[in-house]
């Protein structure tokens, strides 16, 4: 018994000391941290890509701070899964070609990743709201939308690349501009969805009120056309 104790000990020292070296290997000082808030507020290093660590100090790192990113020259990020919420302009106007959200964020705030370089974003079903102009003026061909939003904002993903894009069922409403200047020639979308005027190009929110508000897959043949077709 007693040498089943030792062996615990030494396990959960083990244990420790695998976490105090993983923080060690990330240099804490170059990020501005709020240890009350839990939030990382500034980054204070070079552009390049930085792996944000879990814990500072022994605090758990579970925001990214408005504007905390912002304009820092990064070309990736690897974000922790300690972080449950991403704020306003967190990574805004970097040259980040892609990122990895990890499914224990809850909530991305307006213009997180606003003017970057992405190409493609998943959205884990962890997160629930996300802020107007969130993914705006980046590269993206490819999105998945969380399947817990119920409404898209403004300009979330305007000024993409997007040719298709999926909306779930979950969300009921979708605000002006949200799609804004893509080039998308099909849209999957559920029944009765709110459209705000402008939420995607060239006919689509006129051929969808007007047709029912039905679900279904809307494709055109091409980004000049306006008339969209419905199929199941």
């Not at 022994?58 to 070309?75: K, N, Y």
């Not at 705030?109 to 996300?130: C, E, K, Q």
């Not at 969380?146 to 409403?173: C, D, G, H, K």
Request: with cysteine; glycine share 8%.
């Amino acid at each position: 018994m007693k040498k089943l104790k030792v062996v615990s000990v030494v396990l959960v020292c083990l244990v420790a000391l695998v976490l105090m070296s993983c923080e060690d290997n990330i240099n804490t000082e170059l990020f501005t941290f709020n240890s009350a808030t839990g939030a990382i507020t500034r980054y204070n290093g070079p552009g390049g890509h930085v792996t944000i660590p879990a814990s500072i100090d022994g605090r758990p790192v579970t925001a990214i701070g408005s504007r905390a990113f912002f304009d820092r020259g990064l070309t990736g990020v690897t974000i922790p899964s300690s972080v449950t919420s991403i704020r306003s302009e967190a990574f805004a106007r970097n040259r980040l070609t892609g990122v990895i959200i990890p499914n224990s964020v809850t909530s991305i705030g307006g213009m997180a990743f606003l003017y970057n370089h992405l190409t493609s974003v998943v959205i884990p079903d962890s997160v629930t709201s996300i802020g107007l102009y969130a993914f705006a003026g980046n590269r993206l061909s490819s999105v998945t939308i969380s399947n817990s939003i119920i409404s898209i904002p403004q300009s979330a993903f305007e000024y993409n690349r997007l040719a298709s894009v999926i909306i779930p069922q979950s969300v009921t409403n979708i605000e002006w501009s949200a799609f804004f200047n893509n080039v998308l020639t099909s849209i999957t979308i559920g029944a009765n969805v709110t459209l705000g005027n402008f939420s995607f190009p060239a006919g689509f929110v006129d051929t969808y009120n007007n047709g029912g508000r039905l679900a279904g897959t809307y494709t055109r043949p091409d980004t000049t056309s306006w008339a969209w077709t419905r199929r199941l």
